[in-house]
């Protein structure tokens, strides 16, 4: 079996940022990879921001995907600062992905979650549960960011229609 296309899913964050690779065939796909990036809030934020810059550069040369899928900003109004932080983080991801000339798609959570579980309303763990069942792979989704990236990843290959 050939690969058809490789795509990194990307769940952003500044204290974890979760990566997925994924190989997508024809008529299934499979988990090549899953991670998490962490930072330390002790740190500058600058210093933050390039540890991701420099993962996110590092895992696309190491996995050589060709399009990246990765989690919109969303936040309400009480969480400003949050979406704030995390649209930072989001920016460097965003920039290796550019540098790298892989196309970005961004999906927000409730599409994915959707998409995924059948419920935009899905807890963390039904998240991953669904995560596992896709991929038939129950160390796939080892953690909450991990999990959020694989289904960012599944969700850009549905609407695409990559697997029939």
Not at 54 to 60: L, N
Not at 97 to 106: E, F, I
Not at 122 to 149: F, G
Request: charged share 25%; glycine share 6%.
């Amino acid at each position: 079996m050939s690969r058809e296309i490789r795509i990194i899913g990307v769940d952003p964050g500044l204290s974890n940022t979760g990566y997925a690779i994924l190989d997508f065939f024809d008529p299934g796909w499979k988990a090549i990879e899953g991670g998490v990036i962490r930072t330390k809030s002790s740190d500058p934020l600058e210093v933050r921001l390039a540890i991701i810059y420099d993962d996110i550069v590092q895992i696309i040369e190491e996995f050589s995907p060709v399009e990246m899928a990765i989690e919109d900003l969303h936040s309400r109004v009480k969480f400003a600062r949050t979406a704030i932080l995390m649209g930072h983080a989001r920016g460097v991801v965003v920039m290796a992905a550019g540098r790298s000339k892989l196309p970005v798609t961004d999906y927000q959570p409730t599409k994915a979650k959707n998409l995924v579980t059948g419920s935009g309303r899905a807890t963390k763990e039904q998240i991953k549960n669904a995560v596992s069942m896709h991929l038939d792979d129950k160390q796939a989704a080892k953690n909450e960011h991990v999990a959020d990236a694989f289904s960012i990843a599944l969700c850009h290959a549905m609407v695409r229609n990559v697997v029939k």
